[in-house]
């Protein structure tokens, strides 16, 4: 991969460039793009998705493409959890099928670490998953403009 042009806007966050941030990335992830998605994470960024270890976007990419070739239908919420100087914290929900068709509903947290160039340079991710059936799914697709910036459900 390339290297990245600088991703606006840069740390030290403040309330909105945080949520700026944290909607950018929600955007980026419900493209289901790896590559797209590769693009917001420095070089040698270190990763801890729930027991997977990872460094540098290469590994990223393909830890993504095998993501959602298992997580079919993928729609994430994200919301801000708390933001200091360089780093994020977030929750988040999401929802997919696996290919038998039962549908998963996901929370989690993340931590998020950025360099001066706007780009993310850690991320740890904490996630548990729920079996859901299809009446029960409240995420469809990415999130409507007139939904930006609301609280996700506790449940």
């Given at each position: 991969m390339t290297a990245t042009a600088p991703r606006?806007?840069?740390p030290p966050f403040d309330e909105a460039t945080?949520?700026?941030?944290?909607?950018a990335a929600e955007d980026a992830w419900n493209t289901r793009d790896p590559e797209r998605v590769a693009l917001a994470y420095t070089e040698d960024s270190i990763w801890r998705n729930?027991?997977?270890?990872l460094t540098g976007r290469a590994e990223i990419v393909a830890f993504l493409r095998g993501k959602w070739d298992r997580e079919l239908?993928?729609?994430l919420r994200k919301e801000l959890w708390s933001y200091a100087g360089d780093r994020i914290a977030v929750r988040f929900q999401y929802e997919s099928r696996d290919t038998s068709g039962q549908w998963w509903r996901s929370y989690g947290n993340e931590l998020w670490e950025f360099d001066a160039s706007g780009l993310m340079r850690r991320r740890e991710a904490?996630?548990?998953?729920?079996?859901?059936?299809?009446?029960?799914?409240?995420?469809?697709g990415a999130?409507?403009?007139?939904e930006?910036?609301?609280?996700?459900?506790?449940?």
């Open positions: 606006p806007p840069f945080a949520r700026q941030k944290v909607q729930r027991d997977a270890f239908d993928y729609a904490g996630i548990h998953d729920v079996r859901i059936e299809p009446a029960q799914r409240r995420i469809f999130r409507p403009e007139g930006r910036g609301l609280p996700i459900p506790f449940r």
